[in-house]
């Protein structure tokens, strides 16, 4: 019984910082792509939403299928899809969903670190 209880404890503490993760990035993008966006375009919370879900996806599919072939430079595959992924979400420029693009992958990154990495050690 106690197994049971230790399995169920830690698989919630992992679907909240899963949760905490996905909130920070969804914010992150929704953020930077507010403030880098021409003065007359507004986005809804909705497509950021739905922008951080692909973006999600993609990044998880590409570590998945990639990495083992082609080990770490798969993040630099990730960060050009990631660019794509954001232009066609928000209609951006290039310019201006590479940056969004970084600052979302910066903040997944940070977040994943202090979250996950820091709590297992």
Not at 79 to 95: E, M, P
């Amino acid at each position: 019984m106690h197994l049971h209880v230790d399995f169920l404890t830690k698989s919630l503490l992992v679907l909240k910082f899963a949760f905490v993760m996905y909130a920070a990035a969804i914010g992150a993008l929704w953020a930077s792509v507010r403030l880098l966006s021409p003065e007359r375009s507004e986005f809804s919370l909705l497509r950021g939403i739905g922008a951080a879900f692909l973006l999600a996806i993609a990044g998880n599919s590409l570590h998945r299928y990639l990495e083992p072939v082609i080990g770490g430079w798969y993040l630099l595959i990730a960060l050009v899809a990631y660019v794509a992924i954001v232009k066609i979400s928000f209609s951006l420029t290039i310019g201006r969903s590479a940056l969004a693009a970084a600052i979302y992958f910066g903040v997944v990154a940070a977040v994943y670190h202090f979250l996950f990495l820091r709590a297992a050690h």
